[in-house]
């Protein structure tokens, strides 16, 4: 194959399997791919393995077609996996969770978590962790903890983390802790609360994350042709799979047209609302930069005999709360508590009194074991047990 770019390992790279030694050459030790003419005078495949060659014809995406094969729906052995996952982080993964480990099986089948390490600088975590077999035996108090970040509201579970100094990472957002029906959000932890929608899975995610890569002009040819080589791969697995490879842009207006309030996290909430009723929520006395000013104002006070006073417009928005829970519209209590958890740990304590009622109220449970473990955990460096574990054995 003429043209290829050269791995930048050479002759001394581990990788084996069919489609990197198809893309990039291997000078000395490496052996490109057979021709059609040799191909012929291979010996004859077994039918299942025909059926998926043909299949693949004209896709140029994989010549595994075992691997190839089992994007077709996540892989049964992946589900005590997906079990485990469900008793330890509380939540249930899409189907997409999977598939994207797969894919990434696909590309270095010893460590598929570092798969993006090269391109995006991120790495595989969270939920993955159990996929790899290192969170046997682990409480799910320690679980979901397990890379949440200090913004992180429980609607979230990481599943990518980068290296850089920002503390950027990507995970599932769902409003239900019941439901499949995620999104993909990033947030830099160490710059703000302000979480991003990236896609509506992890393979439109990280197509987006490179697309945008792409766009700086100064990358270098070696490193650009890397990038578009995996950008293809997630662009035609995705079709493969039928995702959904919608880009920001339209999700956020489709997510904007179902949310009860934009929250600090400007992610939104969404909590049932009967139009007939009006119950469900109701919005709060005041507006998100009213709501901020009061408490900067209480975080900044370093006079302890002046902090009543300043409290007094906060308890009275608690006051309102109170009354909402009583007439049923418990979305009231959830934005008053998010927006005191995003604002920072000055508030905890209150957090702890508003967020794990509106949660147990509005039926999600699970999310108000997630906040209380969270608000618990004073550090504000995301736990990672497995780097606990590795350090150990």
């Known amino acids: 194959m003429a043209g290829k770019p050269v791995c930048k390992y050479g002759a001394s790279c581990y990788r084996k399997n069919a489609e990197h030694l198809h893309a990039f050459s291997h000078p000395l030790t490496a052996k490109e791919s057979p021709s059609p003419s040799s191909q012929e005078e291979l010996p004859e495949s077994p039918p299942a393995a025909k059926k998926a060659k043909k299949e693949e014809d004209g896709v140029n995406i994989q010549s595994n077609t075992e691997i190839s094969s089992s994007f077709v729906s996540p892989s049964a052995a992946l589900e005590p996996c997906r079990k485990q996952i469900k008793e330890q982080f509380l939540v249930d993964m899409p189907d997409d969770f999977t598939q994207f480990w797969d894919f990434c099986k696909s590309l270095d089948s010893c460590h598929p978590e570092l798969v993006l390490m090269s391109s995006l600088h991120l790495e595989l975590v969270g939920p993955f962790h159990v996929l790899q077999g290192q969170l046997t035996g682990v409480p799910w108090q320690q679980c979901v903890l397990q890379d949440r970040y200090f913004y992180d509201p429980p609607e979230l579970v990481t599943v990518l983390r980068s290296d850089d100094d920002r503390g950027f990472h990507l995970g599932y957002f769902r409003d239900d802790p019941k439901s499949l029906d995620c999104l993909v959000v990033s947030n830099c932890a160490n710059v703000d609360c302000e979480f991003r929608i990236e896609g509506c899975n992890l393979f439109s995610a990280v197509r987006f994350l490179l697309k945008n890569k792409l766009q700086d002009k100064s990358i270098k040819k070696t490193k650009r042709q890397e990038l578009e080589h995996i950008e293809s791969l997630i662009k035609n697995k995705a079709e493969e799979l039928h995702l959904d490879m919608q880009e920001p842009k339209g999700l956020i207006t489709k997510r904007n047209r179902t949310i009860n309030a934009k929250c600090f996290h400007k ?81 905890h304590s209150l957090v702890l009194t508003l967020l794990p009622l509106a949660y147990e109220l509005l039926y999600r449970d699970e999310y108000a074991r997630i906040i209380k473990e969270h608000v618990n955990h004073s550090d504000r460096t995301p736990l990672n047990i497995c780097a606990t574990i590795n350090t150990v054995n």
């Open 267 to 347: 992610i939104g909430l969404s909590v049932p609302f009967d139009k007939s009723t009006e119950l469900g929520y109701r919005p709060l006395p005041v507006t998100d930069g009213e709501l901020r000013k009061i408490l900067d104002r209480i975080a900044a006070c370093t006079i302890e005999a002046k902090r009543p006073s300043l409290m007094e417009p906060l308890q009275e928005i608690v006051t309102y709360v109170q009354f909402a829970n009583d007439e049923c519209d418990y979305g009231m209590g959830l934005e008053l508590g998010l927006d005191l958890f995003m604002h920072g740990d000055q508030f």
